[in-house]
């Protein structure tokens, strides 16, 4: 089985959680992971595809997608890296899966989905059945059911922060973010995490 290489693209200045820690999952398999900021590339989808990606992936919120949605038809105008696209978008509006510069979405929690997706693409089995995605083949698309949320948090390993180092003003950055648990026990109505517990409801501790 070969190296996967995941590039991960974002278009603002931050260090991302959810990036870093599906970039340490991706290592610990054997795999290898790259961030690339728009606002610290010349051209940034130049930049990703130069690294030799097999997969390139966003993590979108909403707004933010079209940025990751410009990008992917750039990605793919000069070559057919496959494309995926996480995070709270796609969670919560699967259907953009049926832009045509993507290639599969990931809904909830990425970092099982997107292992066995890696492993997929480097062994040459379908990835068609992974849960938590959606995956594009021929037109069609395979709507795979979401995994009970992650129960034990100490199975994963720590936030790759190196994938930021590149950039020295992420990298010396006095601040550092962490996030000791994951889940919510509030109903406030603003938030979206009404809609997450019920894509997880009956799946088992959804405050970790």
């Known amino acids: ?14 260090e991302h959680l959810g990036v870093m820690w599906l970039a340490a999952v991706l290592k610990r398999a054997g795999h290898e992971a790259a961030v690339f900021i728009e606002k610290g590339e010349r051209d940034v ?13 966003f993590s979108s919120t909403t707004g933010d997608h079209l940025w990751a949605l410009d990008t992917a038809a750039r990605i793919r105008s000069c070559a057919k890296t496959p494309t995926i696209m996480g995070g709270a978008h796609p969670t919560f509006f699967p259907e953009v899966i049926q832009d045509p510069n993507l290639d599969f979405i ?46 034990r948090l100490d199975s994963l390993p720590f936030p790759d922060r190196s ?46």
């Open 45 to 57: 989808a130049a930049s990703a595809l130069a690294w030799r990606p097999d997969l390139v992936a």
């Open 106 to 151: 990931c809904r909830g929690e990425g970092e099982d989905a997107l292992v066995e997706l890696a492993d997929a693409l480097a062994t040459g089995k379908p990835a068609e059945g992974i849960p938590n995605l959606w995956v594009k083949k021929d037109g069609q698309v395979m709507r795979n059911p979401v995994r009970p949320p992650l129960a």
């Open 1 to 14: 089985m070969f190296r996967v290489r995941v590039a991960f693209l974002q278009k603002l200045w931050h």
């Open 163 to 208: 994938v930021y180092f590149k950039y020295p003003t992420l990298r010396d950055h006095p601040v550092k973010h962490f996030i000791a648990g994951r889940g919510c026990p509030f109903d406030c109505s603003f938030c979206y995490n009404q809609a997450i517990k019920e894509l997880y409801r009956g799946m088992g501790r959804f405050v970790r």
